[in-house]
């Protein structure tokens, strides 16, 4: 069992930056791949980004690439989203998810946070 809890959301101009937290509890974070995925005010979840276990590997939204930076930290049982360059449409609820293996599907993930609101302006 898996318990997240994300924290850093918050208000940003257009081009600033924000970094997301997502804290674990459980013993055995470290054997889970995590993803980060966001949910806009009347449009589906979307991927943004997921790390291997071993944090050897991420992948990314294309959407993202190149201003995002998915890392974790398995000593402190946290993953973090480097947020770089924010546009207006990075504005969503932001949720970070723990899985078997790393995948871009939402139906890969097992445990959820409650999520943390981002808010751009242009």
């Known amino acids: 069992q898996v318990q997240l809890v994300e924290s850093g959301g918050g208000l940003v101009q257009a081009g600033g930056s924000l970094r997301l937290s997502c804290a674990a509890s459980g013993h055995t974070f470290s054997s889970y791949a995590m993803g980060w995925f966001r949910q806009a005010p009347g449009k589906e979840r979307g991927f943004v980004a997921a790390?291997?276990?071993?944090?050897?590997?991420?992948v990314y939204a294309d959407s993202v690439k190149g201003r995002f930076t998915i890392s974790r930290d398995n000593a402190k049982n946290t993953v973090y989203l480097q947020m770089n360059s924010l546009k207006p449409e990075d504005a969503a609820v932001y949720y970070c998810?723990?899985?078997?293996?790393?995948?871009?599907?939402?139906?890969?993930?097992?445990?959820w946070g409650q999520g943390t609101q981002v808010t751009v302006s242009s």
């Open positions: 998810a723990a899985g078997i293996s790393l995948s871009r599907w939402s139906r890969d993930y097992t445990y």
């Open positions: 790390i291997r276990w071993s944090g050897g590997s991420a």
